[in-house]
C-alpha cells in the first residue's frame, strides 16, 4: 500500500530526512515514534506532497508520489490528520467536513450524501454543531471534525499526526476507539504519537525515528521489540 | 418644513444615488482586488488596467455591432481567459519565491504599464464616449433619475449579491476560503488549489472588465481611466480590510456616499482629501480595516 524508500527531505539547507525506508501493507496501522524534532511530522508532510522530497521514492499503491501536488495525492486515496487538526476558521463544522468530499470527485451526489450522513451519525456532537464556525468546536471536537473529514472521502491511507495531544482522558480512549474502527474499515493507518503505549495497542507495527532516521523497526505485540522501542525513544 | 423635504429630494437624494452608482461599480471593482489579495496574497495593480481593457473591449466589440446585454455577458466571458493566463504565466512564475509580495507587485505593476501602452497604441490617447444604452429617465418621488444609473444600482447590487451567495454559501465558496486560509490543508483535502487560484484571479479580472463596461457610457473611455478610479479601489479595500469581501462592500458604498454628498458642501478638489483622510483615520484606529480578512472568521 504505502512504500517508502531510502526518502531524503530538507528545509532550506537543513537536512531533516536522511534516507528513510518504511512500509505499510493494507490494512495494518503502523506506528511512528521518536522524540521531538526528530522529522516524524516532515515524513507525513513528504508524503503528503507539502514538503518536495530531494531524493529516495514514495509510492502509494503502486503509483510514485513524486512531483505529484497534494490534491492530485489525495485523490489517490490518501487522508491526512494533521497535527493541530488545521480546522478552517471561517467555515461551519459542515463546510469543513463537506471539504472532505473533495477526495472523490467522481462519487454521485448520493454517495457522498450517505457519506455525510454517516459521519454524522457516528459524531452526534459535530451533528448538533453543524452550523457552527469549526473552530469554536472544543479542542477534543476538532480533532473529531478532522479525523470525521478523512471519513468522509475514500481514503485508503490515513496519515494521523499526534491526534490525542493536549486532550482529555476520555476523548483519548474515543480517539483510538475511532482508531479501531477505521483499522476493522480495512484502512492502511500511519500513526505518529506520543502516548506510545496506547498506539502499540492499535498498532501492528512500528518505526522508531531518530535525527531523520529509521533505527528500529518491530513487531507491535513482540515485548522484546517493545523494550528496544522504550529504550530507543526514552530520553 | 417644506424646504427641508425639498433639499432632501431635489439635492441630496439624488447626490446620493449618483454617489450609489458610482458606488456599486467600485465595489465591483474592490471586490476583485480583495478577493485575489484574500486568497493569494497578491496586490493587483493592474486591476486598474484590466478596468479600461473591459471598457475598451465593450468599445471595439459595440463597433463590430454586438449590444449592449450581449457585452455584458461577453466581456467578462472574455476577460476570464486573459486573467487565467496572467495567473499561470506570469504570477505563477514568481508565486513560491520568498520575496513574492514585493515581486508580484512590481509584476502586476509592469502588466498594468504595458496594459495601458498597448491600450495607447490601438486606440490613440483621445477620450471616447459611448452611447448610454439605456436612454432616457424615470421620475421617481418627484426625482428625476437617468435610466441607465438606475440599471447600475440595481445590477451592480444583484451581482454584489451573486458574489457574496457564491463566496459564502457554494461549495466553490467554501474551496476558496478554505485555500486562503490554510493553502496546504486544503489542498491535502483535494482542493485543487492551482485551478482555484487561477480561477480566482480570472474571476476577478472579469469583474474589473465588467465595471468598465458598465462605467464607460458614464465616464467615457480613455487608456489611463483606470488610475483615478484603481485609487479608489485601494482605498475602498484597505479601509474595509485587505481580503474581505463584506468590508469592500460597506467601505464602497460609505466612502462613494461621502464622496458624493461632501462635494454638494466642499469643492470636488477637496472630496479625494477627505476620503484619504478617512482611510488614515480608520488605520489609526484599526490597522487592519473595518472586517477581517476572507478565511478568517
Ligand atoms: N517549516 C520548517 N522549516 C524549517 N525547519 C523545520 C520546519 N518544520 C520543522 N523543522 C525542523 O525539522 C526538524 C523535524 O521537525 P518535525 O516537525 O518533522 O519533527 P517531529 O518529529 O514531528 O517533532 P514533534 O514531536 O515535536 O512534532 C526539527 O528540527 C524542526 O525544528
Ligand atoms: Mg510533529
Request: include cysteine.
Amino acid at each position: 500500500m504505502l512504500t517508502i524508500e531510502n526518502l531524503h527531505a530538507h528545509y532550506g539547507l537543513s537536512h531533516v530526512l536522511q534516507g528513510v525506508s518504511l512500509h505499510g501493507g493494507p490494512g495494518e496501522v503502523v506506528g511512528l515514534f521518536g522524540r521531538n524534532g526528530v522529522g516524524k511530522t516532515t515524513i507525513l508532510k513528504t508524503i503528503a506532497g507539502w514538503v518536495p522530497a530531494t531524493s529516495g521514492s514514495v509510492r502509494l499503491d503502486g503509483a510514485d508520489l513524486a512531483g505529484r501536488t497534494p490534491d492530485a495525492i489525495a485523490r489517490l486515496g490518501l487522508g491526512l490528520v494533521p497535527e493541530d487538526r488545521r480546522i478552517f476558521p471561517g467555515l461551519s463544522v459542515e463546510e469543513n467536513l463537506r471539504l472532505g468530499l473533495l477526495q472523490c470527485p467522481a462519487r454521485s451526489r448520493r454517495e457522498n450524501e450517505a457519506a455525510i450522513g454517516r459521519a454524522f451519525a457516528r459524531f452526534p456532537r459535530l451533528a448538533e454543531r453543524r452550523h457552527q464556525m469549526g473552530t469554536t468546536l472544543s479542542g477534543g471536537e476538532q480533532q473529531m471534525l478532522a479525523m470525521a473529514r478523512v471519513m468522509v472521502g475514500t481514503a485508503k491511507l490515513l496519515l494521523i499526526d499526534e491526534p490525542t495531544e493536549g486532550l482529555a482522558p476520555m476523548i483519548v480512549d474515543e480517539i483510538f476507539a475511532i482508531i479501531g474502527d477505521l483499522k476493522r474499515a480495512g484502512l492502511t493507518i500511519l500513526l505518529v504519537e506520543q502516548n506510545i503505549h496506547r498506539a502499540l495497542d492499535v498498532a501492528d507495527r512500528f518505526y522508531a525515528v531518530e535525527r531523520g532516521r529509521v533505527t528500529l523497526e518491530g513487531d507491535a505485540a513482540s515485548p522484546k521489540d517493545r523494550a528496544r522501542l522504550m529504550e530507543t525513544v526514552s530520553v | 418644513m417644506a424646504e427641508t423635504i425639498d433639499y432632501l429630494q431635489f439635492i441630496l437624494a439624488p447626490q446620493a444615488l449618483n454617489g450609489l452608482s458610482l458606488g456599486v461599480a467600485v465595489v465591483l471593482m474592490a471586490l476583485g482586488l480583495t478577493i485575489i489579495f484574500g486568497l493569494l496574497d497578491v496586490i493587483n495593480m493592474a486591476h486598474g488596467e484590466f478596468y479600461a481593457m473591459g471598457a475598451f473591449l465593450a468599445l471595439s466589440l459595440a463597433g463590430l455591432g454586438v449590444g449592449f446585454w450581449a457585452l455584458l455577458v461577453l466581456v467578462p466571458l472574455l476577460m476570464i481567459p486573459i486573467g487565467w493566463a496572467a495567473e499561470r504565466w506570469l504570477i505563477q512564475r514568481v508565486f513560491h519565491s520568498r520575496d513574492r509580495h514585493i515581486l508580484t507587485l512590481l509584476l502586476t505593476f509592469g502588466l498594468g504599464m504595458i496594459l495601458e501602452d498597448v491600450l495607447k497604441l490601438a486606440y490613440g490617447p483621445n477620450t471616447m464616449r459611448p452611447e448610454t444604452p439605456i436612454a432616457g429617465g424615470t421620475e421617481i418621488l418627484g426625482m428625476f433619475l437617468p435610466n441607465y444609473r438606475l440599471f447600475l444600482i440595481g445590477f451592480g447590487l444583484a451581482l454584489i449579491a451573486a458574489v457574496w451567495v457564491v463566496v459564502f454559501r457554494t461549495r466553490l465558496g467554501a474551496m476558496v476560503r478554505a485555500a486562503a486560509f490554510d493553502k496546504d490543508m486544503a489542498s491535502s483535502l483535494g482542493v485543487p488549489v492551482r485551478r482555484v487560484y487561477a480561477g480566482t484571479f480570472a474571476f476577478g479580472v472579469a469583474l474589473a472588465g465588467l465595471s468598465g463596461v458598465l462605467l464607460a457610457p458614464i465616464y467615457s473611455v480613455f487608456p489611463t481611466m483606470g488610475r483615478d478610479f484603481i485609487l479608489m479601489a485601494f482605498t475602498v479595500v484597505i479601509v474595509g480590510g485587505m481580503g474581505s469581501i463584506q468590508g469592500a462592500v460597506v467601505a464602497g458604498l460609505l466612502l462613494t456616499q461621502v464622496q458624493a454628498i461632501s462635494s454638494l458642501y466642499i469643492s470636488p478638489v477637496w472630496s479625494d482629501p477627505l476620503v484619504f483622510g478617512i482611510m488614515v483615520l480608520v488605520l489609526m484606529v484599526r490597522p487592519r480595516g473595518l472586517f477581517g480578512r476572507l478565511g478568517n472568521a
